[in-house]
């Protein structure tokens, strides 16, 4: 059996082959998905031939959600009103990302139900939606595990559980929660784990909760995608946005993002694209569902060239066809790097991802490259000839594709008439001019934006510490109002914090529990969001407060903590003051 799943792997079988539902195939034929993706190749035919579990190494980007999305829909019974499938994901975003693809994979099967449920958000529409008993969930831990305590979702006849981003969802603190839900299911169930690296810990629950596994990995572990070329450009920090503007100028037919590290910035570069009279939009969490939708549908269409981002507000995000992907700012996580330049050089094509960087952080350069195995290019930022040259063949270009339309020709003998005095080359030169003074103009000075080698210095010190340099001085301690009592633990409140605050670049810093309380510490500039999700999302009962500010990681572990006047404070508690700062969603 095995070897013939690798005799028809090695001559690519088409989705028909596959053994899809003619339902299936009409649909994906409609998305315009033509050939399977490597691992569609691998993990399909396994899952309709096998019955053994399956652990599937793969990137994001790689095509896995219709890897496993295709063969679930595929052997759920439709006609049968209850949850057959469970498909756990760290972030509200890919759950939705996944609910929707697997919608839209469903389109033909109208019986089929597919309904996320996340936190973030309130409970009570989602309550409603998992009423209907769908074949489908697509949940994150907490909610689902907030679900199965007030009994709304019964998971007694899931017969698949897909794990997506397992590596994510134990980062953000979620291993417990899992177990907690693995226990919840049947045993004759099948499990699929899809995880972009393989620590110790997701082997562990490989080894604890599967059955006898099959291993599929697609690409090189922990490597980019396989088509995105690394390019750098080196700039003083103030220089990132003319910078930006330059490499944009540079690539006339650009489709891209790109990310900023806050909400803040993305506004504030998109506000000054546009100005700047280029085709762009920003996208962040301050916007409206509704305002989000617009944007996100106006880019897929092409209708803008660039969607300045935040990480988060980009995860619901699916387009195939970027060109660039821009970090304005190199992201804290180097498996943010990893997920951002995925978002280009996808099925088949080749994509670019480009950081812009300053004079200090090429050694962040350096383990990107060490971790992904890849080269990454520094690259000259061009100067104003170079951009102007490439505007001006760029406009001589689409000039010669233009069409050109009947309706001009009778105005042509009046024309030709008023511009007998002029010669051919003065023509060419007004005609050219026309449209490209504005270049011409704006680049006549322009500075040389590169940084002499002498000065780009190996930073001295690490990501972490170097981020925590710059917050120095800048951290809100929280209280929550449970504590050991509650059965709570450092793991279980971070997937708590998480799962109420959903947002990925949010980082948890010291935890610490006693018996009625808990305590953790966040940058004082993301405590508002923080606060203000509790405000909303958090279950009934549960407070938080802010008890004080503090100078630095360091310096809050040593001082006496201001919730040493807690009645609490003197019995046993538990802390993570030995790793100050959390991954977060
Ligand atoms: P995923 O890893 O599931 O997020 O998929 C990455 C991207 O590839 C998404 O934009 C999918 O719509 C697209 N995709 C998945 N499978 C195919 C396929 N067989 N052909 C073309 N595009 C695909």
Redo the contacts with the bound molecule.
Sequence with gaps: MVCCIFARILRLMTFQELGLKPELLSA?TE???????PV?QQTIPFIFEQTDDLVVLAQ????????FGLPILNLIDSTQQKVQALILAPTRELCI?IAN?LNKFAKHLPKVRVVPIYGGESIVKQLKQVDVQPQVLVATPGRLLDMLRRKKVHLNDVSFLVLDEADEMLNMGFLEDIETILQALPDARRTMLFSATMPAEIARIARNYMKTSHEITVGVRNAGAENVSHLYYVVQAKQRYLALKRIVDMNPDIYGIVFCRTRQETKEVAEKLIVDGYNADALHGDLSQVQRDSVMSKFRLHGLQLLVATDVAARGL???NLTHVINYNLPDDAEVYTHRSGRTG??NKKGISISIIHTRERNRIRSLEKLLKKEFTQVPVPDGMAVCKKQLFHLINKMEKVEVCDEIEPFLPEIEKKLTYLEKEDMLRRFVSLEFNRFLEYYKNAPDLNVPEKEIKPAKKSEKSTEKTKRKGKLVRFRLNVGTKQNFNINRLLAFINDIVCDRSIKIGSIELIAKASFFDVYADQAEQVFNAFEKFAPNGIRLEAVGTSSSPKSNRKKPQQHKKEPDSSKKSTSNSDKPWRRRR
């Design positions: 994906i998305i315009g998905f033509e050939t399977p993706m569609q994001t980007g790689t095509g896995k959600t219709a890897a990302q693809d699916d387009v195939h996808r099925a």
